[in-house]
């Protein structure tokens, strides 16, 4: 069974940067998409970027321009470059990963990324 590990994430003033990355282990064949999501408290977790296998990605408004998903295909790894952080960016930040023959997917733990003003 796949698992995810998110690291990266901390405390960061605003206009600052932080990389997170996603390890996935196991027996691992290949991947479809991999994504990122975050949730504030008392919000619903949303979509802040997707990579598809082939390196095509999209973002969510709120983050375009400012965040850069990718991958690394041999190291089954998705990174997430934030840069200009906000403090609206605060959440915990989660990885997910579409694997073939995979209802659901795989879900990380999350990272808590916390950007003071």
């Known amino acids: 069974q796949a698992q995810l590990v998110e690291s990266g994430g901390g405390l960061v003033q605003a206009g600052g940067s932080l990389r997170l990355s996603c390890a996935v282990s196991?027996?691992?064949?290949?991947?479809?998409?991999m994504g990122w999501y975050r949730q504030a408290p008392g919000k619903q977790r949303e979509l802040v970027a997707v990579?598809?296998?082939?390196?095509?990605?999209n973002y969510a408004d709120s983050v375009k321009g400012r965040f850069t998903i990718s991958r690394n295909n041999v190291k089954n790894t998705s990174y997430l470059q934030m840069n200009s952080l906000k403090p609206e960016d605060t959440a915990v930040y989660y990885c997910h990963a579409d694997l073939p023959g995979s209802q659901m997917g795989v879900w990380g733990r999350g990272t808590q990324v916390t950007v003071s003003s």
């Open positions: 196991g027996s691992i064949f290949s991947i479809n998409a």
């Open positions: 990579i598809t296998s082939g390196g095509r990605t």
